[in-house]
């Protein structure tokens, strides 16, 4: 059984990412609105698979390429043997990522391509016959290669929370950005570091009772433009007002540029600008498709590596699912 196909992986921005205390297992609980958006990956599968008894060696026959990721350290890679441990089952063939979305920038590329390839894999062993993972294997599989995993084997916003393998859909309206792609690298591992160095302590209770304020005020964002109530402006207005990034302080500090990056963004009409993740990509909320083009111009011609991207609208993903094979925007 074999499966040739041609598939986007999406990047995305947290438009609200609180962070909490550190956990006994060294992460940190999370509160996040997270948001798939057009940027995207091209993964090219041509996979097959058959049951480890006929083929014992892992993974190896899958050649994965990739430029600028070593092919052993490619999360693809390890997404690939997570799956063949669970089902033991083999795949053989090849993967090859294009990269449009850049390496440790706070976008999540990684993961979507680490999610969408273990969405595919396990599409082909259920065709083929091996015993079927559930959907919370997979979930819990996918929590394994990382954090952001888990929310890119949904489509669609949600919110999420504990480390990140909570993942609620949440419907956004549609939203226009203009995102400054990074020069530099910005290890996540580090940026966590520095927030553990420079944050004031919070307990675990009141980091809820933030999250919980926060929840609320997101929630009548989302009710408000279910009712078609706030107008294509008034969207921007309502979504700028709320965003948030407690990473911005620690990774603003390891590269002071990104205060610079940010006020550029709010000189050219930016509703709000803000950090995703742990960066260093920041990027700005805009009125309309054309405001967010005209500033991405204004941003290029003064030496920025500026793209546009929209958060497609929740009506624009009705009913989609990686699960289903019907992935990204
Ligand atoms: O899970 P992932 O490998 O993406 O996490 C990378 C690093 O980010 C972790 O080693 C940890 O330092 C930090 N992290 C965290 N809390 C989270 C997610 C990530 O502290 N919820």
């Known amino acids: 059984m074999m499966v040739q196909m041609v598939v986007r992986a999406p990047a995305k921005v947290n438009l609200l990412l609180l962070v909490g205390p550190p956990r006994p297992d060294g ?8 948001a798939p958006i057009g940027l995207c990956d091209e993964l090219e599968l041509d996979l097959a698979a058959q ?9 190896d026959g899958v050649r994965v390429t990739c430029a600028g990721v070593a092919a052993g350290e490619n999360i693809v890679r390890r997404a690939l043997g997570v799956l063949e441990v669970a089902s033991r089952w083999r795949f053989s063939g090849s993967v090859t990522i294009r990269k449009r979305i850049p390496i440790a920038a706070g976008l999540g590329g990684g993961s979507s391509d680490a999610a969408c390839v273990l969405a595919a894999a396990a599409r082909l062993l259920a065709t083929a016959g091996a015993p079927t993972l559930t959907q919370e ?3 819990e ?9 888990p929310f890119f084997l949904a489509a669609g916003a949600a919110l999420v929370r ?4 909570i993942v609620e859909p949440f419907d956004l309206p549609a939203l226009h950005l203009c995102l400054l792609l ?27 009772e933030r999250g919980r304020v926060a929840e609320d005020a997101w929630r009548r964002v989302e009710a408000a433009s279910r009712l078609g ?14 965003m948030e990034n407690d990473l ?12 610079a990056r940010r006020a550029a963004l709010l000189a050219v009409g930016a509703k709000a600008a803000l950090m995703s993740g742990s960066g260093p990509t920041v990027f700005g909320v805009f009125p309309s498709d054309e405001a967010a083009k005209a500033a991405a111009e204004k941003l290029a011609d003064v030496g920025f590596a500026a793209v546009v991207a929209s958060v497609p609208g929740a009506e624009a993903l009705e009913g989609r699912s990686r699960f289903d094979g019907r992935n990204g925007p």
């Not at 049951?51 to 993974?59: I, K, L």
């Not at 504990?162 to 393998?165: C, S, T």
């Open 141 to 149: 599989l996918a929590l394994e290669l990382g954090s952001d995993v």
């Open 182 to 208: 990074p020069r530099e690298e910005l290890p996540t591992r580090a940026v966590y570091a520095t927030y553990d160095e420079t944050a004031g302590r919070e307990t675990a209770t009141e980091f809820a």
């Open 229 to 242: 109530e706030l107008g294509v402006a008034g969207v921007a207005n309502a979504v700028a007002a709320l």
């Open 248 to 259: 911005e302080l620690p990774a603003f500090r390891m590269v002071p540029d990104l205060a």
């Open 51 to 59: 049951p480890e008894a006929a083929s014992p060696t892992q993974s």
């Open 137 to 139: 294997m997979l979930r």
């Open 162 to 165: 504990g480390r990140g393998e």
């Open 27 to 34: 992460y940190h609980e999370l509160f996040s609105v997270m």
